[in-house]
């Protein structure tokens, strides 16, 4: 009998187990706890997981939709100077983060400069991960990883006041605080680098796909109450932006009509008419149509002169005679006669 009853034990252990794994991402998370994060995550062995940092400890506030789905969760900061202050908001109305699978989500994924993230919650652990393939129920490794603060440790105030000063207890210290072990990054830390954490969210991936998967059609229309969150969000941001650039095009408009704004266009065209007229009093073309490049220059200089490409063009002052130059040498070769074309172009062949 005492056996049975241990076996119905064990059942009952195993069942509520997997329906705490089996949890859906917002029901998962308590508002109510604090959360230890675990930062730096690298691989251990086994399917292990250890952390170089810990963060600041934060609260997760979430919320809901009036039909009941979660779709934005936030952490709030519960130590230092920013105490009180949230550290981070994911949003699921945002078009870049995606979250699908209601009443079973169990991913959130997003991108930021390009960059994918994922988000899981199992048990006492919220995961942020990196490389999850929903379709497939795999991820290729944890970023990080906030988890359910266990209980103080009890104070044996006597006990450490002797070792406190012990070489050995200080090494042991050292050692611990390298390895990252309890009393260091907290008891609950200890019990997750333990854990096979590669299996634990592999199982919950394939469990929660399976659920997605059998699904009712008005178990699916949660996901089309989350779509439609985002697609009002974003008609809401076009009808805002397009409110804006109306009023601020009716400003302009209003702008434009007065005498002040007309005289500045009238001045405005003034200045390039004279600028215009300038040029070709100033400035005679000389285009080039012949099959190589040529160098024009003034009468007996020294400099190079003025390089004009197969097929361009130069602007050259109307005011001076304009000679062929060979090698750095200016010909007799005349190809303009000043103030002969001013404001014209003049074929150079």
């Not at 109510?32 to 400890?57: C, F, L, Q, W």
């Not at 006041?161 to 050995?168: D, Q």
Request: glycine fraction near 8%.
């Amino acid at each position: 009998m005492k056996k049975m009853k241990q076996i119905i034990l064990a059942i009952v252990l195993l069942v509520a187990t997997v329906t705490q794994a089996q949890k859906s991402f917002f029901d998962n998370i308590s508002e109510d706890d604090i959360y230890n994060v675990y930062i730096k995550m690298s691989k251990a062995g086994n399917g292990t997981y250890k952390a170089e940092e810990r963060g600041t400890p934060v609260k997760f506030k979430k919320e809901y939709l009036p039909t009941g789905e979660g779709y934005k969760f936030s952490t709030i900061l519960q130590e230092g100077p920013k105490k009180g202050e949230t550290d981070f908001t994911v949003d699921i109305s945002d078009k870049k983060i995606e979250c699908k699978g209601y009443p079973y989500e169990s991913v959130i994924s997003g991108e930021d400069w390009g960059y994918r993230y994922y988000y899981v919650s199992i048990g006492d652990y919220v995961f942020s991960l990196k490389g999850v393939s929903t379709k497939f129920a795999t991820f290729k490794g944890i970023n990080a990883v906030y988890i359910k603060a266990g209980k103080p440790e009890k104070a044996d105030t006597e006990k450490k006041t002797k070792k406190k000063n012990s070489f050995f207890s200080k090494m042991k210290a050292l050692k611990n605080q390298a390895l990252g072990s309890a009393g260091v990054f907290g008891s609950e830390y200890k019990e997750f680098k333990n854990k096979n954490m590669d299996k634990i969210i592999t199982d919950y991936l394939v469990a929660m796909k399976a659920k997605q998967e059998g699904r009712t059609a008005a178990q699916k229309q949660s996901d089309t109450n989350v779509a439609n969150l985002t697609k009002n969000k974003m008609a809401k941001e076009k009808a805002a932006k397009d409110a804006s650039y109306a009023e601020a095009k009716k400003y302009n408009d209003s702008v434009k009509a007065t005498p002040e704004w007309k005289d500045l266009e009238r001045r405005k065209r003034q200045n390039e008419a004279n600028y215009q007229s300038r040029q070709k009093a100033d400035f005679v073309t000389l285009r080039n149509t012949s099959g190589s490049a040529i160098y024009v220059a003034r009468s007996g200089s020294k400099n190079r002169g003025t390089k004009i490409s197969t097929g361009g063009s130069v602007k050259w002052s109307c005011g001076q005679d304009a000679y062929i130059q060979v090698n750095n040498t200016t010909t007799n070769t005349k190809v303009y006669s000043k103030n002969s074309g001013c404001g014209n172009t003049i074929t150079v062949r």
